[in-house]
């Protein structure tokens, strides 16, 4: 199974070099956040005033910052924050998504009730609810994945509401009912093992897009703490040397869109491998 | 149409009901009593007490939050604590820069993104296609303060034939600083024609499928004759609807950006509020961004509907 499985993710992803690409970057930047502190040639934190703003050179490679700290290890320490951020936003998304979601196309009150609070909160644009929350809890990593997390709450809840309905109406699933299959066994037995594609798309989708928002958060000051090394945080501190050091400005956010892109890259390649009935319930947004 | 006009208008009234509970218990939830949230740090106990009376703070919550409802169907939305000035009036102050910023958007949006993506969708499949939508796709993965300082950077700081921040009012200076705006504008411009670009491709490819597409095809009208004519009225409907979207969707995102070019608008106000606490701002602006946020997604709706009588209330 493990073999098969394997093969037929990679699938989509052998047809198109690019999107093979865009999965290789991402596994890099895995790493790099993971062995961060084995990879990064010197202390993210280490401040040395004697070199401040050095353009890059063979000591560093990304050059230094107004403390003289060194832009090539922050950026590799940054990693860490933007896949905890990310994978926290689609933990988020999904754990609240999936259950209002699932719950709501099968039981249609409840699923009234609940996809009209759901259309009350998109009514607040994303950014302006994350904005709104952040007020309420005060800024923190984990405050913004929460602030971010509410606005693909919605969509995702939508999403799988809407492939919920469709799998309810399948023969297979009438006959397990008309066979006295229960709730949670339909559930578990056809619904759920039927979300798993077209979520894993959503998760690509989201995660980009939490990238990029807690990017915004950071520049706003709204983030993560200043002193954590972030790519959002490292362009907001750029900017009042823009151009007496544009390395400073170049790394950081080069790191943003490289991973934004892929995940980008990723969720189309998995989406055009979508059962076509499921795909349309995706926008071009996602 | 009628029947159709007054059950959406419904909907729209409900949830912006339910939108104005949300948004009226933004000031009892943020840290603190309302009260020093409203007065600010330094109100003296008389000053408290006689606020507190006002507002009827000690009344219960129902009759508080149809109080204030009252208020903002007035026009009343509190006041300022840092400005010392009615709300209503300093949102109206940001209101000019941030109008006129999305419309340059739009603008740009409308002649960079529908063209492309109208190439894109006539000669789908090939190469030329792949990399006009992965273009798109990269320019919607990139921040717009980071295209933004890139313009600043670029246009302002090296080329010198822009201004790099601010932006004075062209009914004090003249059209001619509307060119404040231009590097903004682009900057915003950025991730939203690459969705219109992918918008007006996939929905010229999905009307490309209609029958009328292939009878006319049958008929032996010429090619372009069939794209102009069959295709793109018809594609151009869902494009024209998601520009009233991304206008909306327009006022809150220029949050990042109004901040980056330090222009005078609504977003900057918000960002601003939050630094120096002024609770009744951002509340103020919340409540206005997404009153005009469903109005206008009511006004698309609607007209959808009118320009297109299949289209079916789910």
């Known amino acids: ?286 | 149409m009628w029947s159709y006009a007054l059950k959406r208008a419904g909907t729209t009234a409900v949830t912006l009901l339910a939108a104005s509970v949300i948004i009226f218990a933004f000031i009892h939830v943020v840290p603190g009593d309302p009260i020093y949230v409203l007065l600010g740090d330094t109100a003296t106990p008389d000053q408290i007490d006689a606020l507190r009376h006002q507002l009827g703070l000690d009344q219960p919550i129902i009759l508080q939050y149809l109080n204030w409802a009252g208020h903002v169907l007035e026009g009343d939305l509190g006041r300022s604590i840092f400005f010392q000035a009615p709300v209503l009036s300093v949102i109206a102050d940001g209101a000019e820069t941030s109008v006129l910023l999305a419309t340059m958007t739009m603008i740009w949006v409308a002649i960079i993104g529908v063209p492309i993506g109208m190439i894109a969708a006539v000669r789908h499949g090939t190469w030329l296609d792949q990399g006009l939508s992965g273009a798109a796709m990269l320019m919607a993965s990139i921040p717009t303060f980071w295209v933004g300082l890139y313009l600043i950077l670029i246009f302002a700081a090296w080329l010198g034939w822009f201004p790099s921040s601010g932006y004075p009012s062209v009914f004090e200076g003249g059209l001619g600083n509307l060119r404040y705006l231009i590097l903004p504008s682009l900057a915003l411009a950025a991730p939203n024609a690459a969705l219109i670009l992918r918008l007006t491709r996939a929905s010229m490819l999905d009307v490309a499928r209609e029958d009328y597409v292939r009878t006319a095809r049958a008929k032996g009208i010429r090619p372009w004759q069939v794209v102009r004519r069959h295709i793109l009225r018809n594609a151009l409907l869902a494009v024209v609807s998601a520009f009233g979207f991304t206008f909306a969707a327009l006022l809150s995102e220029a949050v990042v950006t109004e901040t980056v070019f330090a222009l005078p608008g609504i977003g900057r106000l918000v960002v601003q509020s939050i630094l120096r606490r002024d609770y009744p701002v951002i509340q103020g602006v919340i409540l206005v961004i997404v009153v005009v946020y469903l109005l206008i997604n009511l006004v698309v709706d609607l007209s959808y509907r009118l320009l297109d009588p299949r289209v079916e209330l789910q």
């Open chain 1, 1 to 286: 199974m493990s073999r098969v499985g394997a093969t037929l993710w990679l699938q989509p992803f052998m047809a198109r070099p690019i999107a093979l690409a865009g999965l290789g970057v991402l596994l890099v930047t895995v790493l790099a956040a993971a062995f961060a502190p084995w990879l990064a040639p010197f202390d993210p934190y280490a401040i040395d005033p004697m070199i401040r703003l050095t353009p890059p050179n063979a000591a560093h490679w990304f050059g230094t910052d107004q403390f003289g700290r060194d832009t090539l290890s922050r950026v590799i320490h940054s990693a860490r924050m933007a896949l905890l951020i990310g994978s926290g936003v689609v933990v988020f998304a999904l754990a609240t998504g999936v259950p209002i979601g699932v719950l709501s196309a099968l039981f249609p009150r409840l699923g009234h009730l609940l996809m009209r609070m759901v259309d009350v909160l998109m009514a607040f644009p994303a950014l302006l609810l994350a904005l709104g929350l952040i007020v309420i809890l005060g800024p923190s990593v984990a405050n913004a994945i929460l602030a971010i997390g509410v606005g693909y709450m919605t969509t995702t809840t939508r999403i799988v509401y809407g492939l919920t309905l469709r799998l309810r109406a399948e023969t297979y699933v009438e006959a397990s009912r008309s066979m006295g299959a229960g709730t949670v066994w339909l559930i578990g037995k056809h619904i759920l093992p039927n979300l798993v594609s077209p979520l894993l798309v959503q998760a690509s989708f989201v995660f980009a897009f939490a990238q990029l928002g807690a990017a915004s958060l950071d520049f706003l000051g709204l983030g993560a703490p200043p002193e954590i090394p972030s790519w959002g945080n490292m362009l907001a501190e750029s900017r009042t040397f823009i151009t007496r050091a544009p390395w400073l400005l170049f790394f950081p956010g080069m790191m943003i869109v490289a991973t934004a892109f892929s995940l980008n890259l990723v969720g189309d390649a998995l989406r055009d491998r979508l059962d076509p009935r499921f795909r349309q319930v995706f926008g071009e947004k996602g």
